[in-house]
């Protein structure tokens, strides 16, 4: 049982030496104290996996070389692990969340939450069956200044959403010289069946699309896509660009490609409505561009002045002082810890937001593979 008066024991999934992205979350999930990890399998190696678990902090005796023993060990033990986060490639998602739902333990899984609607489904089904938690690692909502973003919508300061533009746009496979990679460090993401159905949009294309919903507070109900690969002789797709209808009747388009030279990692979301307009950029993560109809415009900052309390509940440190990617990710693991110790987490991404994600995908493709007619985002 979780009470949270003592840190959660976490095992990981995936993120070994040399990983970015495994680096960020042990990180995260250490910085408030609310989480301990004591297990892991760092690598699809076993020899690796054990050897070089040590290396990133887990116990010598409790590094093990696949996921099915890590579970089958941790359950027979008193202090075994409650909880796991999922950092190993796309394709791996759905069955460890499933053997892992299934032993017992919550989960915090990296996005996608799977590589096709089915199995995204499939997960749900399996938290609701075991009666534990999933989360899913959307981290640019952990943003303090998102979550001013948020509250002002929800307050009607910019009323009636009108327009929503949202665009992530980085140059991580941009050099031409190289359109695959499958034998580089993160060469599964050059493998179409690893990746799943669109890179772009599994990858990063998720991130633009949960932050529009976040934010906005609204459903995009249909697309109209174009998607492809920009970079000859790309097997993956390394550009997406859709035109969007929310519920409510605003109009939308989203912007996503990994193939963008020189550009670092450009994530940007921007709100016209009837009263005003907001804009914020991942790159200044603690700007708030807010343009009011009918007064000058207002810059709100990390902290500042007008801060709403959404907001003011994430701060770490007084105005002025930089908070970035892993305070960010660190607000997702101290939501997810406060869900699995049964208290209120407020605007924790789960495996419903991950659902959402994989309709958005499956009609983008759909559009595309219709030469871009307009597609309803199918819900029941």
Same mark, same amino acid.
């Given at each position: 049982m979780?009470?949270g008066?003592?840190?959660?024991?976490?095992?990981?999934?995936?993120?070994?030496?040399?990983?970015?992205?495994g680096e960020?979350?042990?990180?995260?999930?250490r910085m408030?104290?609310?989480?301990?990890?004591?297990?892991?399998?760092?690598?699809?190696?076993?020899?690796?996996?054990?050897?070089?678990?040590?290396?990133?902090?887990?116990?010598?005796?409790?590094?093990?070389?696949?996921?099915?023993? #890590?579970?089958?060990?941790e359950?027979?033990?008193?202090?075994?692990?409650?909880?796991v986060?999922? =950092?190993?490639?796309?394709?791996t998602?759905?069955?460890?969340?499933?053997?892992?739902?299934?032993?017992?333990?919550?989960?915090?899984?990296?996005?996608?939450?799977a590589n096709?609607?089915?199995?995204?489904?499939s997960?749900?089904?399996?938290?609701r069956?075991?009666?534990?938690?999933?989360?899913?690692?959307?981290?640019?909502?952990?943003?303090?200044?998102?979550?001013?973003?948020?509250? #002002?919508?929800?307050?009607?300061?910019l009323g009636?959403?009108?327009?929503?533009?949202v665009?992530y746009?980085?140059?991580?496979?941009?050099?031409?010289?190289?359109?695959?990679?499958?034998?580089?460090?993160?060469?599964?993401?050059f493998?179409?069946?690893? $990746?799943?159905?669109?890179?772009?949009?599994g990858?990063?294309g998720?991130?633009?699309?949960?932050?529009?919903?976040?934010?906005?507070?609204?459903?995009?109900?249909?697309v109209?896509?174009?998607?492809?690969?920009?970079?000859?002789?790309r097997? $993956?797709?390394?550009?997406?660009?859709?035109? #969007?209808?929310?519920?409510n009747?605003?109009?939308?388009?989203?912007?996503?490609?990994r193939?963008?030279a020189? $550009?670092?990692?450009?994530? #940007?979301?921007?709100?016209?409505?009837?009263?005003?307009?907001?804009e914020?950029r991942?790159?200044?993560?603690?700007r708030?561009?807010?343009?009011?109809l009918?007064?000058?415009?207002?810059?709100?900052t990390?902290?500042?002045?007008?801060?709403h309390?959404d907001?003011?509940r994430?701060?770490?440190?007084?105005a002025?002082h930089?908070?970035?990617?892993?305070?960010? =990710?660190?607000?997702?693991?101290?939501?997810?810890?406060?869900?699995?110790?049964?208290?209120a987490?407020?605007?924790?991404?789960?495996?419903?937001?991950?659902?959402?994600?994989?309709?958005?995908i499956?009609?983008?493709?759909?559009?595309?593979?219709h030469?871009?007619?307009?597609?309803?985002?199918?819900?029941?």
């Amino acid at each position: 049982m979780v009470t949270g008066l003592e840190p959660i024991r976490l095992g990981i999934i995936g993120g070994g030496p040399g990983s970015f992205i495994g680096e960020a979350h042990r990180v995260a999930a250490r910085m408030d104290g609310r989480f301990r990890i004591i297990a892991g399998v760092v690598s699809s190696d076993s020899e690796r996996s054990v050897r070089l678990g040590p290396a990133v902090g887990i116990p010598v005796n409790r590094a093990y070389p696949d996921v099915q023993t #890590m579970l089958r060990s941790e359950g027979c033990r008193p202090d075994g692990i409650q909880a796991v986060a999922i =950092l190993s490639p796309n394709d791996t998602h759905h069955r460890f969340a499933v053997d892992v739902l299934r032993a017992g333990c919550h989960v915090l899984c990296e996005k996608p939450l799977a590589n096709s609607l089915e199995d995204g489904q499939s997960i749900a089904r399996a938290a609701r069956q075991a009666g534990r938690i999933v989360a899913l690692a959307h981290v640019y909502s952990g943003y303090p200044v998102v979550r001013q973003a948020r509250a #002002m919508v929800r307050d009607g300061d910019l009323g009636i959403i009108r327009l929503v533009q949202v665009e992530y746009v980085h140059g991580g496979a941009a050099d031409e010289s190289v359109p695959d990679d499958p034998k580089g460090p993160r060469g599964w993401k050059f493998i179409p069946g690893r $990746i799943g159905p669109s890179q772009v949009l599994g990858d990063i294309g998720t991130h633009a699309h949960h932050l529009l919903r976040f934010v906005s507070g609204l459903e995009v109900d249909q697309v109209r896509a174009d998607i492809g690969s920009i970079v000859p002789g790309r097997r $993956i797709f390394d550009y997406a660009g859709v035109l #969007m209808r929310l519920e409510n009747g605003a109009r939308g388009y989203l912007w996503t490609t990994r193939a963008a030279a020189g $550009i670092e990692n450009d994530l #940007m979301i921007r709100l016209s409505g009837t009263r005003g307009s907001l804009e914020w950029r991942q790159e200044s993560p603690q700007r708030l561009d807010f343009r009011p109809l009918d007064r000058p415009a207002e810059l709100r900052t990390q902290g500042g002045p007008g801060t709403h309390g959404d907001s003011a509940r994430l701060l770490r440190y007084r105005a002025g002082h930089p908070e970035g990617f892993l305070e960010a =990710l660190a607000n997702i693991y101290a939501g997810f810890a406060d869900a699995v110790a049964g208290r209120a987490a407020r605007s924790l991404p789960t495996a419903e937001d991950g659902i959402e994600g994989l309709r958005f995908i499956d009609a983008c493709l759909e559009s595309n593979r219709h030469d871009g007619r307009w597609t309803f985002i199918g819900r029941k």
